[in-house]
C-alpha cells in the first residue's frame, strides 16, 4: 500500500513528465500555394476531380490542369490539332466506370 508521501511522488513525477513532453516541438502538416506564375493555367477553378490513379484534374478558364503530386500538366487547345480541346474553357470534369475520363 502506498502512503500519502508515495502518492505526491507519483503525481509530482506524472505532471514533471507531462511538462517535460509539453516543451518538445510539435510539426505539423505544411501548406503550400500554387500560382498561375509557374503552377496552374489560370486562378478561376471550375472543378477538381482525382481519378482512379491518384492524378488531380483541374478545370480552369484557360486550359486543363493535370497534378501528379509533383508538377503539374497544362492541356490547352491547340490550333488544327483533333486530339486537343475543343476549347480552352474547361467547366466540367468526369470518369466512367472503366476509368475513362473527359
Same mark, same amino acid.
Given at each position: 500500500?502506498?502512503?500519502?508521501?508515495?502518492?505526491?511522488?507519483?503525481?509530482?513525477?506524472?505532471?514533471?513528465?507531462?511538462?517535460?513532453?509539453?516543451?518538445? /516541438?510539435?510539426?505539423?502538416?505544411?501548406?503550400?500555394?500554387? #500560382? #498561375?506564375?509557374?503552377?496552374?493555367?489560370?486562378?478561376?477553378?471550375?472543378?477538381?476531380?482525382?481519378?482512379?490513379?491518384?492524378?488531380?484534374?483541374?478545370?480552369?478558364?484557360?486550359?486543363?490542369?493535370?497534378?501528379?503530386?509533383?508538377?503539374?500538366?497544362?492541356?490547352?487547345?491547340? /490550333?488544327?490539332?483533333?486530339?486537343?480541346?475543343?476549347?480552352?474553357?474547361?467547366? #466540367?470534369?468526369?470518369?466512367?466506370?472503366?476509368?475513362?475520363?473527359?
Amino acid at each position: 500500500m502506498l502512503t500519502y508521501t508515495g502518492n505526491k511522488k507519483i503525481i509530482y513525477t506524472f505532471f514533471g513528465i507531462l511538462f517535460c513532453l509539453s516543451l518538445l /516541438p510539435v510539426y505539423s502538416q505544411s501548406g503550400k500555394y500554387y #500560382t #498561375t506564375d509557374k503552377d496552374l493555367s489560370n486562378s478561376l477553378v471550375n472543378k477538381v476531380y482525382q481519378d482512379k490513379k491518384g492524378f488531380i484534374w483541374i478545370a480552369t478558364e484557360n486550359g486543363l490542369n493535370r497534378y501528379d503530386g509533383l508538377r503539374f500538366s497544362i492541356y490547352r487547345n491547340t /490550333p488544327g490539332d483533333t486530339t486537343s480541346l475543343k476549347n480552352n474553357y474547361v467547366r #466540367t470534369l468526369f470518369e466512367d466506370n472503366q476509368g475513362i475520363s473527359g
